[in-house]
């Protein structure tokens, strides 16, 4: 059962940084997209950045310049470094992995609240 976690979420205020950090989900050469998606109260999931096995990176337009995905093949996890960040970035934070031609497998979330 492949069962991504994720971890780092919290409160802050507009205008910090917060990382988050996705793993469990066993060897990331298994999956050629890494991403993170948030969904907001009221609001539908919007995919918020990705990253496949031959390096190339996509952004929501809302936060490029302010978060960046990376990964670490050797401990089997991959971030989402948010910095700047604005009251309306708060949602829940999801990280997913994808191997080619299978469903994706999503964690449960990790809470980003940023206060004004």
């Known amino acids: 059962q492949v069962q991504p976690v994720e971890s780092g979420g919290g409160l802050v205020q507009a205008g910090g940084s917060l990382r988050l950090s996705c793993g469990g989900f066993?060897?990331?050469?298994?999956?050629?997209?890494l991403g993170w998606s948030r969904q907001a109260p009221g609001s539908e999931r919007e995919l918020v950045a990705s990253?496949?096995?031959?390096?190339?990176?996509n952004y929501l337009d809302a936060v490029n310049g302010r978060f960046t995905i990376s990964r670490d093949n050797a401990k089997n996890m991959f971030y989402l470094q948010m910095n700047s960040l604005k009251p309306e970035d708060t949602a829940v934070y999801s990280c997913?992995?994808?191997?080619?031609?299978?469903?994706?497998?999503w964690g449960q979330g990790t809470q980003v609240t940023v206060s004004s």
């Open positions: 997913y992995v994808k191997g080619s031609g299978r469903p994706a497998y």
């Open positions: 066993g060897r990331i050469f298994n999956f050629n997209v």
């Open positions: 990253i496949s096995s031959g390096g190339n990176i």
